[in-house]
């Protein structure tokens, strides 16, 4: 039979456990989808315009690590603002897209950049910035404003959210059920209100960032799993 004090002690190294496991998993996988796409998220409109890109190429049906490719590639080749992006052309915008080797929906895709930087410029004169003025600190308005644009459904808005929580603290904790299925995967709490204090508020964004990654790759849930066995 447990006494209280033997409960009060598995709960302490069940504790430490998930700070251990936090700690390693953060330190394996825990960088931003923004940051590995070479995007320096500030609350400014490049960047946040450029990681409205990736959340868009991330959330179609290919390799997370190709839409990464596919985002630094259109900043690469100078389409980093919503301008921009409109004032190319749709066959330069393929060509980028190709260059990554983003080619299972690249014409669509073109197209959907194209129409999205219009509105981008028509409804928030290109600044994102405005677009979260209007949420008024509502992450589900956010969410909303986000759907209006082309391919952005709820996955990309999902996305978006989960890499702007760094900057924009009114959407923390952020953590979609992409995040919560790699924390299921790794033991760790299922339900964000339990989850999000296992970081400090400034890491959601990496901390979410790494819980997809162990979603996506189950070989890294058990590697991380055995190391904290």
Known sequence: MLTPFMCGYNRGMANADQST??????????????AEAGIELTDK???????MVL??????RIKASIA???????????????????????????AALGRAHY?????????????GAQLLLDDYGGDPRRLRARAAGEPARVRELLRAFPR???????????????IWPELRPYLDVKALDGARLLGLPTDAATLAPLVPGEDLARFAAALVRVALDKKLAGTLRQSNG
């Not at 936090?22 to 330190?27: C, G, I, T, Y």
């Not at 080619?103 to 129409?115: H, K, M, Q």
């Open 152 to 166: 952005i459904g709820p996955v990309g808005a999902d996305i978006f959210c989960r890499e702007v929580q760094s």
């Open 68 to 94: 990464v490719a596919a985002t630094h590639e259109l900043v690469r080749s100078g389409l980093g603002t919503a301008r921009k992006m409109r004032a190319a052309s749709w066959q330069e915008r393929v």
């Open 21 to 34: 496991l936090v700690r390693d998993l953060l330190a394996t996988a825990g960088r931003s989808y923004a």
């Open 55 to 60: 959340s868009l190429l991330l959330s179609t």
């Open 103 to 115: 080619v299972r929906y690249d014409e669509s895709t073109a197209t959907a950049l194209g129409r």
């Open 45 to 51: 409109p490049a960047p946040l315009y450029q990681t």
